[in-house]
């Protein structure tokens, strides 16, 4: 049981350039989240998901867009990116809105 | 919207002792989650502790324990008997009860353990 995985843990871009950042759950849960946490702030949602082919905005969800084609994955793609998406990613899921949010190990990213 | 402030951007505590980060939140709902978290140089989010809204007894983990004041929409985490591992940058979180249960973070506090 590996929980919330990230993928990759460390990546730099150069301003314009694209990438997808995966998240990997194996506890069947049915909520997945992403976040940015930016020097002297915390986390901030940037999109999330309640089930399977379903995504909604967060609070930061400018310059983003996100996909869950299946249950264990929600994947976060920067389709142009900017220095100001320079920052650290995180990827948290839970059974239900029930339960606590479970974090990944997160992905720090740099675009220059 | 609702919002969650930590009005201290650093703390420190000699090891052993007892140090106390605060945390106040702002919200029109009457039932909703306050969680802990710490995040250690590794930046794993570690959940401490949670508490929920409609509880009037304040949770306790081992070392951890909060003072929930609703009323004053105050939550504040006491760690008892610090210890070095203690160290990290500690996040106070707000979980509405309704909807997807997004978290809303405070900036977050910085807890050195002196020796």
């Known amino acids: 049981n590996a929980g919330v995985t990230q993928t990759p843990k460390f990546r730099v871009l150069k301003t314009g350039q694209s990438m997808t950042l995966l998240c990997a759950q194996d506890?069947?849960?049915?909520?997945m989240y992403w976040y940015r946490q930016d020097p002297g702030m915390g986390l901030r949602l940037i999109h999330y998901?309640?089930?399977?082919?379903?995504?909604a905005k967060g609070e930061v969800p400018d310059g983003y867009n996100v996909s869950r084609l299946k249950k264990q994955n929600f994947l976060l793609g920067l389709e142009s990116a900017a220095p100001s998406q320079t920052s650290v990613y995180f990827c948290?899921?839970?059974?239900?809105?029930?339960?606590?949010?479970?974090f990944g190990p997160g992905t720090r990213l740099t675009v220059t | 919207a609702q919002t969650v402030t930590q009005s201290q951007p650093e703390m420190s505590v000699q090891e052993a002792e007892t140090v106390t980060l605060s945390c106040t939140y702002d919200?029109?709902?009457?039932?909703?989650?306050l969680f802990w978290y710490k995040q250690p140089p590794s930046r794993q989010m570690i959940l401490v502790i949670r508490?929920?809204?409609?509880?009037?007894q304040n949770a306790t983990e081992n070392r951890f324990s909060v003072n929930f004041q609703k009323a004053a929409k105050s939550f504040s985490l006491k760690i008892s008997d610090s210890q070095l591992g203690d160290a990290a940058m500690y996040f106070c979180?707000?979980?509405?009860?309704?909807?997807?249960?997004?978290?809303?973070f405070g900036q977050g506090t910085r807890l050195t353990i002196n020796p």
């Open positions: 506890m069947n849960h049915e909520y």
């Open positions: 948290a899921s839970s059974y239900s809105n029930q339960y606590e949010q479970y």
């Open positions: 919200t029109s709902e009457s039932d909703y989650y």
């Open positions: 979180a707000y979980r509405s009860s309704q909807g997807a249960q997004k978290l809303v």
């Open positions: 998901s309640v089930g399977e082919g379903t995504t």
């Open positions: 508490q929920e809204a409609y509880k009037q």
